[in-house]
């Protein structure tokens, strides 16, 4: 993995960051599009920047923004909450690994991994993003 970066980091959401902006890119954001997506990591630590680790992703008139970093109380349309440990072994699964179905499965069950929302449009960004986080991700 070279050049990968440390999972949980301010330059590794940076890097997830650019993977999505990238991703929507490639697949097209509706020009209509109004969304925002806020990734909490549950119990997080402080970044560097003194946000928490998370990710906030906004879409204005189908233009996609972001920042590295969440704010305490922060929310969004779309709230994905994930404990540091989920994120952690799904960071490292590529999708099309029968494991990353059955970890990403057993957390929404156990509420480690909960999404509030749907990321409707996004969604495919999302997924098409997430090989290349965990390509860039030790």
């Known amino acids: 993995m070279t050049g990968a970066l440390v999972q949980g980091t301010a330059p590794w959401f940076a890097m997830v960051g650019v993977a999505i902006a990238e991703a929507a890119e490639r697949l097209g954001i509706p020009p209509d599009l109004d969304l925002s997506v806020l ?9 560097d920047n003194g946000l928490h680790q998370g990710l906030r992703v906004d879409v204005v008139g189908g233009s996609l923004a972001f920042r590295s970093g969440v704010l305490a109380g922060e929310t969004a349309q779309v709230v994905i909450d994930v404990t540091a440990a989920t994120a952690r072994q799904l960071n490292l699964l590529l999708s099309a690994d029968p494991a ?39």
């Open 39 to 47: 990734e909490r990591y549950v119990y997080g630590e402080r970044l």
């Open 100 to 138: 990353y179905a059955q970890v990403f499965g057993k957390a929404m069950q156990d509420g480690h991994l909960r999404i509030h929302g749907d990321l409707g449009a996004l969604g495919p960004v999302f997924a098409l993003a997430h090989d290349r986080i965990v390509e860039q991700t030790c």
